[in-house]
């Protein structure tokens, strides 16, 4: 699966408040063993 996120305005914001990149956080959100919390 290919996700496409673009980071342009939030680079910043993920790397001092999550302590995170870009490359890290696209890693995590293409993980198959991600943990998704559906409503339903």
Do not use: F, G
């Not at 302590?19 to 991600?34: G, H, Y």
């Amino acid at each position: 699966m290919e996700l496409e996120i673009d980071w342009s305005h939030r680079e910043e914001y993920i790397a001092c408040k999550h302590q995170t990149t870009p490359t890290i956080a696209n890693e995590a959100l293409t993980d198959p063993n991600r943990v998704v919390i559906s409503p339903e």
